[in-house]
């Protein structure tokens, strides 16, 4: 399968730069590259950061369509699909496709998520011609063959049973279905074993036809990299599959919504014949554009985001009740989750329940004192900057913020956000989502009386 259809016509590639649209959406400084994006006909864009002093690159196609854009009976077609794209073009065999990374050096893969698929290689800034156009080929001309599909529906069940093998991942994906129930967001992004064995060659070549339009994509490159040189391999790699033909085609606006989250006080109990008990206990928390999740930010990595924030400091250094414990965010287009997780043994489920139930309400009442938010600052602060020190990161960032956002901010920008959140402002979004009556998940083997009491943590 191509997007060239028969009667496509593939432009010249001088006439796709004279509509292209080029903007400089950061100037380089202080270490920072050059940000530049070009839309393409077709509604196709492509970002860059140039990087002259490092000898990598990073490339990457964004996706936008996640397991979100799923119905119930094609709940794991994203991630299904991710996999066979790796599986052969009419240019290449799936060997074809590996080996041509491995010869270089470099590393492919891709992952799915709830909003969004990105599908990436990392080779020397030499070899970046050869990822652009191995990981394009892919993206248009997939050929999602039956038998590719039978083959490859064996490894995906074997990666569900992987994860059911790791509570402490499994946890998270429960916690999602205690919040948001039987909805697009509360179905794990693997699928399930039945919708898998469900879904067939001509269901997912009809997602894929879908959702791969070139106006749902952002192109992304990082590292040693000229705009103008990937702007025109990305554009020759699209014309051959006939994706540019479209001239009135405008790219997709990020997601947007208000979706009112107000699931509280739902308790869920897997029991599993573990070593521990994996808990998470949480609330609804913000969408990724609500201009308080810097703050929240700056919250969570208080409460548990290292050895010094409070829940750390309290669950594991002082009481030794468990080994891992900590806070997390995650946000959505339109709704978010705040989380804290904690492993335990199972006998002492309700003594690490009561400290985090307890930590969190005084936290809502009383906000955390001016010390903690100062460190927490400076732990986000170095923390943000130091997972951007490769390319993979970098075009992460900006491949991200282009889909999700539809605009770039600087890290100096970044640094900025984080350090003009005030104690007033943690303290104010700590009642609003701390405050809120959690929910729970926990997978585990808790006896009657035990699970009879898991009740006390939401109420």
């Not at 093998?165 to 279905?177: I, R």
Request: proline content about 3%.
């Amino acid at each position: 399968m191509t997007f060239r259809s028969p009667t496509t016509t593939a432009r010249t590639s001088s006439e796709v730069r004279a509509v292209a649209r080029t903007q400089t959406l950061l100037e380089g400084q202080n270490g920072i590259g050059t940000v530049r994006r070009t839309t393409l006909p077709g509604g196709l864009r492509v970002v860059t950061e140039s990087l002259p002093s490092v000898r990598s690159a990073t490339f990457g196609i964004w996706v936008q369509v996640g397991s979100r854009d799923e119905t119930p009976t094609l709940n794991g077609a994203t991630h299904y699909l991710e996999h066979l794209l790796f599986k052969g073009t009419a240019k290449r065999s799936a060997l074809d496709i590996s080996s041509a990374i491995d010869a270089v050096g470099g590393e492919m893969n891709a992952f799915t998520a709830k909003e969004y698929t990105c599908y990436y290689a990392r080779v020397l800034d030499t070899d970046l011609p050869l990822a652009i156009d191995v990981v394009c080929d892919m993206l248009t001309g997939s050929l999602i063959e039956a038998e590719d599909v039978d083959a490859e529906r064996g490894v995906i069940l074997e990666e569900i049973a992987m994860t059911e093998d790791d509570p402490g991942d499994c946890v998270h994906d429960l916690f999602s279905k205690t919040m948001f129930g039987d909805t697009p967001l509360g179905r794990p992004v693997l699928g399930t074993v039945d919708t898998v064995n469900a879904l067939d060659r001509a269901r997912i070549a009809r997602f894929y036809k879908k959702h791969y339009d070139p106006t749902h994509l952002v192109v992304a490159a990082a590292g040693n990299v000229d705009h103008d040189t990937v702007v025109r391999q990305v554009s020759r790699a699209f014309e051959k599959a006939g994706a540019l033909s479209r001239t009135d085609a405008v790219p997709v606006a990020p997601r947007e919504g208000r979706r009112d989250l107000r699931t509280a006080g739902r308790v869920d109990l897997l029991d599993r014949k573990t070593e521990q008990a994996h808990v998470v206990l949480g609330m609804p928390g913000l969408s990724r554009t609500d201009e308080r999740r810097w703050a929240l930010g700056v919250l969570s990595t208080a409460l548990g985001g290292g050895m010094s924030s409070r829940l750390f400091q309290e669950v594991r250094e002082k009481r030794g009740l468990a080994y891992s414990v900590y806070s997390y965010t995650s946000g959505f287009a339109d709704c978010g989750l705040f989380g804290v997780y904690a492993g335990c043994r199972p006998s002492q489920v309700h003594d690490v329940l009561k400290i985090c139930r307890d930590g969190l309400d005084q936290i809502a009442s009383e906000g955390l004192s001016d010390e903690e938010i100062g460190r927490a600052v400076g732990q986000l602060s170095g923390s943000t900057v130091l997972g951007l020190e490769d390319t993979g990161a970098l075009m992460n960032r900006i491949g991200k913020s282009e889909l999700c956002w539809g605009t770039q901010m600087s890290v100096d920008d970044m640094l900025a956000r984080i350090a003009a959140v005030t104690p007033d402002d943690v303290r104010a979004v700590a009642r609003d989502v701390l405050g809120q009556r959690p929910s729970l998940s926990v997978i585990g083997p808790l006896k009657d009386k035990q699970a009879d009491r898991l009740d006390e943590a939401v109420s």
